[in-house]
């Protein structure tokens, strides 16, 4: 299936399916003749009758083509989906990169230091790390906790972008507020992460 659109360029990169399933939920009916049903793994969890597979894929692929071409407007709509899918992909594996060259690690720390008020405990299921916002608030939070398993960070510099309206993750990932509490939490991109508070 071979559909064109004015907003992907040659030079673009290709869509994965990935890209594409993001968000994807389907319910499929298939009639099987029963001299033909198989399934996989002894909890029988999927169909492994692979004449079902290419006699689905047949069927979707021509109805689909044909849906899309008929309603431009919904196909335009998934397509910029999944060019957003695919931007914070590559935002994702651009930044799980950096943190394992330790380059934004060690500049994320140096900045960590001389904002965060630690805990003396290294139990991340106990710590907890509070966000303050102003001075006051920063300094009786301070005086206030319990330093064994409360950590402070002091008030963020700057206006903290919306992540929820912010369309490209590339762009949070530069946002230098957002690196300190991704930080100061010991969050990470996909499975490099190790949370150092479990409660914020």
Known sequence: MHVKWPFLKEKDKNLEGTDIREGLSAIISVRIPEELLQFEGQTKGKLGTSEARSAVDAVISEKLAYFLEENRE?????????????????????????????????????????????????????????LVEGDSAGGSAKQGRDRKFQA?????????????????LADIFKNEEINTIIHAIGGGVGVDFNRRRHQL
């Open 152 to 168: 402070v960070l002091p008030p963020l510099r700057g206006k903290v972008i919306n992540t929820e309206k912010k369309a490209k």
């Open 74 to 130: 919904t196909a335009t709509l998934l397509v910029k989906k999944a060019i957003k899918a695919q931007q914070a992909r590559e935002a994702a594996r651009r930044a799980r990169e950096e943190a394992r060259s330790g380059k934004k690690r060690k500049k994320s720390e140096a900045t960590l230091s001389g904002k965060l008020t630690p805990a003396q405990s290294r139990n991340p299921a106990r710590n907890e790390l509070y």
